[in-house]
């Protein structure tokens, strides 16, 4: 561990003193890891970037002992700082951020382009204007340097490992830095740019998939519980585990692998605090949908949804990210505002069917097992 920074030093003193002796053995039991002060209740809630991470969301859940991730994707970065400053001003709680890392343009211009125009019956449907398929990098730099500037308590990178001297520039002032993974050659490239921890994720969690790379068929993974052994064969780095988590059963399946703490966002989806959009939530629990698969149909990148029909028309979708995910983007918007399920993005986790509507702390309650 490195010698923790300002922000880590003001969580650890707080949490050390927090008590949770109402909290059952089999949570209290386990292992400590040194990034225990963290999550002392040991759940993460995940960020869910497009609205359903909120700044209430995150203060809900800090307040109730979960360590809980603003979003930064697809934000300005100076979007993203009044947020940090909404969620500071509401509680002296821990919490994070996490940003995307961006990618390289697509490989097949030309592929992107046919695919964007197959989907002008779909835009024509919802009376949307059709969006650009370009690239950019999701203004990662101003958000780095807001991040440095104002550092939470933990950064979160997804979609590919961040440089080493970025990870250390971000030690240096006081972060915690998490690097999403789904595979064990990820880990260790994520172990080797110097990560404090690893976000494993399985096949089984909602919306992207957070791999390094975005080749190959949409839907290979493992599952969560096999990738956690398989992730700590081969790096000991603390592990939150994402995926599919939904219960206390669950949460203590992924603790008894040798998880550290188990991150769920499927599960906070419906709560009032989300500010997924109102079809979203009503969708997750519409007896219609029976099923989620991933796909690249939305966004040119893997992502877990509910089935419908948008997905089941577009197949075969190319490796374009951010390309497509602009395409689609006003054709998605005009989709929720109609309430046709049919064309939204309708991201979830395979265990959506368990998600409820109640507040995020009680959720969070019934997720360590606390009645
Ligand atoms: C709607 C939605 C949006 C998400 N957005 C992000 C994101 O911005 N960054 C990220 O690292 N993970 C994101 N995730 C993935 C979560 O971090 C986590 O891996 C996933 O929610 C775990 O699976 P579960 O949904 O079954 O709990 C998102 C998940 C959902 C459901």
Redesign the pocket.
């Known amino acids: 561990m490195h010698p923790p920074g300002p922000p880590f030093r003001r969580l650890f003193s707080r949490r050390t003193r927090r008590s949770r002796a109402d909290e059952p053995r089999r949570i209290r039991a386990m292992t400590p890891d040194p990034l225990r002060a963290l999550w002392p209740r040991r759940i993460v809630v995940?960020?869910?970037?497009?609205?359903?991470?909120t700044v209430a969301l995150v203060v809900a859940a800090a307040n109730a002992g979960a360590l809980a991730?603003l979003?930064?994707?697809?934000k300005r970065a100076a979007d993203l700082t009044s947020e940090i400053n909404a969620v500071r001003a509401s509680t002296a709680e821990a919490f994070g951020v996490?940003?995307?890392v961006p990618g390289s343009s697509t490989a097949w211009p030309a592929g992107t382009a046919a695919y964007v125009e197959s989907l002008g019956p779909d835009i024509e449907a919802v009376g949307a204007a059709p969006g650009r398929p370009v690239w950019d990098d999701d203004d990662w730099a101003a958000k780095i340097s807001a991040l440095l500037a104002n550092p939470p308590a933990v950064v979160?990178?997804?979609?590919g490992c961040p440089p080493r001297d970025l990870v250390e520039a971000f030690r240096a002032v006081g972060s915690v830095v998490s690097v999403?993974v789904t595979s064990p050659q990820e880990a260790v490239l994520a172990a080797g740019a110097g990560a404090d921890c690893l976000?494993v994720?399985?096949i089984?969690?909602?919306?992207?998939r957070?791999t390094f790379t975005n080749y190959g068929p949409p839907d290979t993974g493992v599952e969560l519980l096999a990738l956690i052994i398989e992730v700590a064969r081969v790096t000991d780095l603390p592990q939150i585990a994402?995926?599919?988590?939904?219960t206390a059963r669950s949460v203590a399946a992924v603790l008894d692998a040798g998880a550290a703490a188990a991150?769920?966002?499927?599960?906070?989806?419906r709560c009032p605090e989300s500010g997924?959009h109102p079809a979203?939530k009503a969708a997750l629990a519409d007896f219609r949908f029976t099923s989620t698969r991933l796909t690249r149909a939305f966004s040119g990148r893997p992502a877990?949804s509910l089935v419908n029909q948008f997905m089941l028309d577009h197949p075969e979708a190319p490796a374009a990210y951010p390309e497509i995910n602009h395409a689609t983007r006003p054709l998605r918007a005009a989709a929720a505002q109609r309430g046709d399920l049919d064309r939204m993005s309708l991201?979830?986790?395979?265990?959506?069917k368990q998600a409820t509507a109640r507040p995020a702390a009680e959720i969070i309650d019934d997720l360590v097992g606390k009645t």
């Open positions: 995940a960020p869910m970037a497009g609205g359903p991470s991730f979003a930064g994707g697809y996490n940003v995307f979160s990178f997804t979609f999403t976000c994720q399985g089984e969690a909602g919306a992207h957070g994402a995926g599919g988590i939904m991150q769920c966002g499927t599960a906070f989806l997924a979203h877990r991201y979830a986790g395979t265990g959506f």
